[in-house]
């Protein structure tokens, strides 16, 4: 027992070092990039950027040579950050990728350690799991933000009805929601004030916003403010009726996930109960669960059983996911 607790402290401090240096690493290149931004108001400091931007660049590809190459094969950059800029996180996809890197090392080690001899296949399995470990915090991060920016939403655009009727213009009420809105939708709309401030057009901004926020109601908002500048309209009232739709159509959502809730619980359940049992059976069994990694024909039924379980839980998903 105390070599066991010695082996799960060494795997545990080794996570924990290379998560360290990863990070360390990531973070002192964003805070050389800061410092040359904040300094770069002259000319010359701007020109010391300039000299110092390809020895940044080389230090950051050395670092994250194999988790450049994998972006690149497999061509991820768009995706991935697009993906993290969704969920507000200021990571790169180099990055993400050597946490995912990181990650699956640590649990095919883990489950080689600590897994008996004839089991150790499943180390593979374990790597898999731990390396998304990751992506699946990036994607819940990303889903808990768009739902806050979609509660907020609402009222934001009650806002703006309101400021333009008080005489403001349509791109200063969109400053304006920055200092009276929380994140993430104040940053949001910060951030396309911003971007048509410098000199961007309105309907390329608003359309950048739509890209980020990926939300049928902002699609709808976007759509509504580029009709009415082509072809004029009370945009305030518009706004109010958008508004007004949203805000019924999230209040239904929340009916229907209510009521959906027991085939979602179900769902989970049934998915979950196969794994229950063969853990069980693994340690009641272990000769019966031999011919499932001895054996080629117990591989097959392994596999086919693993991605029969994900068929039905993505069938259960898409039956109790409703779209309103």
Known sequence: MAIFLVIVLAIWVCAMAGWWLFSSAFRHADVDKLKSR?????????????QQAPALIQTEQKSGYIATRIVQRFELQAKLHNLLEQAGMKWTPTRLVNICLVAALAGFAAAWMLL??????????????????????????????????????????????????????????????????????????????????????LDVSLQKLAKRIPLLDVHFFVSAVL???????NLAEILDKLAYVIRERFKLRGRIRAISAHGRMTGIALTCIPIGVGVVMFYVNPDYMHF???????????GAAIALQLIGYLI?????SIEV
Do not use: W
């Open 227 to 233: 009709l009415q500048k082509r072809t004029g309209g």
């Open 316 to 320: 259960i998903q898409k039956i109790v």
């Open 38 to 50: 904040l300094l770069g108001t002259t000319k010359p400091e701007r020109d010391k950027k300039s």
């Open 116 to 201: 008996p001899v004839d089991y150790r296949q499943a180390a593979y399995l374990a790597a898999l799991i731990a390396g998304a470990l990751p992506i699946a915090r990036v994607l819940r991060q990303r889903k808990s933000r768009i739902r806050r920016f979609e509660e907020l939403f609402p009222e934001s655009l009650e806002f703006v009805a309101r400021s333009m009727r008080a005489g403001h213009a349509f791109s200063v009420s969109l400053e304006m929601i920055h200092r009276e809105f929380q994140e993430p939708l104040a940053g949001e709309f910060r951030r396309t004030f911003e971007e048509h401030n410098l000199g961007l057009p």
């Open 292 to 302: 499932f990694f001895n054996d080629d024909v117990g591989h097959i039924m392994l």
